[in-house]
Each structure stands twice: as structure tokens, then as C-alpha cells.
């Protein structure tokens, strides 16, 4: 009877032990692959944020008649009688980096400006540091 319990036991360690590799490997390969798309997805996210920018900032160009000061303006009721808003969330005015998105209204223009600088949080960049400018923007070089 001793025999089968201590086979019985060395069978499940060794088991547990292929089991926990196993798992391991499992999380590694996870690990792997999230790290390697991470950038990529804040890009995503970063374009789809931009994309809902620019129908607020419609949104309120509506109903206001004219384009925002300033991105605060879409959360913040600006006293005037014609503000429906809000028009976007609070947390979307800052970008997947956690900075603000770069606003600029041009008046001559009757337009605006809207972008982020991506993950290097500077002007340039290559793959998931890149900038985005949102569709709705005026296609201008931006201002230092």
C-alpha cells in the first residue's frame, strides 16, 4: 500500500510540475505577443479618439455656429444658451499616452488643427511614435 501512495505522489508532483511549465510557457507567449502590439493599439486607440474629437467638435460647431477655443470648451458648458453638450467624455481629451491632444483654431482658416505627437510625445516619429492628425483637421505644418 506505501508503494502506491508514494507513486501515487511522485505521479502528481511531476504532474503539477509539467502543468505549471506548461502555463508558463503559455504566459510567456501572451506576454510576447501583448508587448509586441501594444504600440499599435494605442495607435488604434489614439485614431478612434481622434475620430470622436472631430464629430464633437461638429457636434458643437452645430450647435454653437462656431468652431471651439479650446478642446475644454466640448465638456464644459460655456454659457452659451445654444450648448448641448457635453459632447465628448472628459477623459477623451487627453490621449492613449496620457497627454494632451494639440488643439489649434485658425480663424483665417475657418478650421482647426487637432492631433497627438504619439508615444515619443515629439514632433516625427516612425511606427507607433508617429503622429496622428485627425481627419477633420485643416492640412497644415504644424506650429512649433
Given at each position: 500500500?506505501?508503494k502506491?501512495?508514494?507513486?501515487y ?11 505549471l ?5 503559455l504566459?510567456?507567449?501572451k506576454?510576447?505577443i501583448n508587448?509586441s ?13 481622434l ?5 464633437a467638435?461638429?457636434?458643437?460647431r ?7 477655443e ?9 454659457n ?9 467624455k ?5 490621449d492613449?499616452?496620457g497627454?494632451d ?6 480663424h483665417?482658416?475657418n478650421?482647426y488643427?487637432?492631433f ?6 515629439a ?11 485627425s ?10
Amino acid at each position: 500500500m506505501p508503494k502506491k501512495i508514494f507513486r501515487y505522489l511522485i505521479t502528481a508532483v511531476i504532474s503539477a510540475f509539467s502543468l505549471l511549465g506548461a502555463l508558463y510557457v503559455l504566459l510567456m507567449i501572451k506576454l510576447a505577443i501583448n508587448g509586441s502590439h501594444t504600440g499599435h493599439t494605442k495607435q488604434k486607440r489614439a485614431q478612434i479618439i481622434l475620430m470622436r474629437l472631430d464629430q464633437a467638435i461638429s457636434e458643437y460647431r452645430s450647435d454653437i455656429g462656431h468652431f471651439p477655443e479650446r478642446l475644454n470648451d466640448l465638456v464644459t458648458d460655456t454659457n452659451d444658451l445654444m450648448w448641448m453638450g457635453s459632447y465628448i467624455k472628459e477623459k477623451e481629451l487627453k490621449d492613449p499616452w496620457g497627454e494632451d491632444h494639440h488643439y489649434h483654431l485658425i480663424h483665417h482658416a475657418n478650421g482647426y488643427q487637432l492631433f497627438t505627437l504619439g508615444a515619443d510625445h515629439a514632433e516625427g516619429g516612425q511606427d507607433h511614435q508617429q503622429d496622428q492628425l485627425s481627419k477633420g483637421s485643416l492640412f497644415i505644418i504644424k506650429p512649433k
